[in-house]
């Protein structure tokens, strides 16, 4: 396949991935519809492939002498090609679904960069934007997910502010979300949760450790 053709797949790909992540974390429903960007990845790799039989056909067909004799190898190379012509089926499609998977759980907060799994310091650095209450400033022990925007604030200091201040925006510096923040787009963050849970045992256990040296 020539490389100009298969350097803008290549690019319409990441932009679609680029364009899935903007919209976990700022997109609403319809937004993040994970089957729009499949449909539009098995173009992509429909595309591919066409591409691929198309030129594997015309080198066949190139040995033949008259146009004639071309013509019918080319179209019979097509047809038989195209049997097993599965966009979705391609190594290329299954990468790119995997990618929308992970985005997605991270994006959610089920799964934690693999890199930081194992140490909790890293961990706490990665999550930090995270991990404090963007109110009071302190670590969250019950945080929830405003809808909206996908920011958290610990769930008794929005409270607080909203009872202060009914008619709250989002507190969070540089958020574009303009509306008012009631308890319905207020949403528990469990894994999140979890990951503070841990990390509040993971520093139980140093703090102890500490202590008894
Ligand atoms: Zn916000």
Redesign the pocket.
Known sequence: MGDFLQSELEKAQQCLLETYELAESYGDNEEKDKSKYLQLMEQICQIRKDAIRNEDALKVAMEERTIADFESVFQGTIKRAEKNVQAKKTREYKAFSDRLEDISRSASGEILPSTTNKDGALIEMDMQVNINDPITKKRMIDPVK?IN?G?IYERTSIQDAIQIKPKLR?P?AG?G?NQYINMAHLKSDNALKLHLQRIAKTQTTIWCTTLTV
């Open positions: 405003n925007c920011h989002c969070v958020c979300n």
